[in-house]
T-cell receptor, first 113, second 114 residues
């Protein structure tokens, strides 16, 4: 079985400050990890993924995420948040042997000007 | 040239009606999915088809019936609609041989049952 936990329902930061959205996962085999963003009344957009290799992955819009196998975490980060980053962020995991992509409950990010 | 397109975008209907949502992808993917996003924004997989074969069938009322006429299309038919069916339904697709890729999502269908 595979699962994802996003421990924070909401994250609030001031524009220009660092942004971190937390994610932990559980899979039987090797994980494929993803971050998606959903803007109001829109579909999900891919941000970045970890498959193998370097634990720090870079994605769209200046986001990055760090894979930590010992802590089974894949936290999303942005060094300097923008008001336009305000959205709903989903972490997702897929076992390498499974079709299914399982999502966390989502974290609403609000960046204030 | 939208990659994954869903129709309709909005659907308002009365309880007890039967309705369908259509999904088409032009990415050459061989696997398609339906997800339900409830009012709390939680995303839950419902069904998945790989080359027209049902491969994922989560615990979903049998009022919901997916149909895949070919690998580029996956439709969702819902019988006897109930208030609790109100949600946003997302279609997605992926390529089996590239399991490390994520999914490509459609923009969603907002279903409101009144």
């Amino acid at each position: 079985a595979q699962s994802v936990a996003q421990p924070e329902d909401q994250v609030n930061v001031a524009e220009g400050n660092p942004l971190t959205v937390k994610c932990t996962y559980s899979v039987s085999g090797n994980p494929y990890l993803f971050w998606y963003v959903q803007y109001p009344n829109r579909g999900l957009q891919f941000l970045l993924k970890y498959i193998t290799g370097d634990n720090l992955v870079k994605g769209s819009y200046g986001f990055e995420a760090e894979f930590n196998k010992s802590q089974t975490s894949f936290h999303l980060k942005k060094p300097s948040a923008l008001v336009s980053d305000s959205a709903l962020y989903f972490c997702a995991v897929r076992d390498e042997r499974d079709y299914k992509l399982s999502f966390g409950a989502g974290t609403t990010v609000t960046v204030r000007a | 040239d939208t990659a994954v397109s869903q129709t309709p975008k909005y659907l308002v209907t009365q309880m007890g009606n039967d309705k369908s949502i259509k999904c088409e992808q032009n990415l050459g993917h061989d696997t398609m999915y339906w997800y339900k996003q409830d009012s709390k924004k939680f995303l839950k997989i419902m069904f998945s088809y790989n080359n027209k074969e049902l491969i994922i069938n989560e615990t979903v009322p049998n009022r919901f019936s997916p149909k895949s006429p070919d690998k580029a299309h996956l439709n969702l038919h819902i019988n006897s609609l109930e208030l609790g069916d109100s949600a946003v339904y997302f279609c997605a697709s992926s390529l089996t041989d590239r399991v490390w890729d994520g999914y490509t999502f459609g923009s969603g269908t907002r279903l409101t049952v009144v």
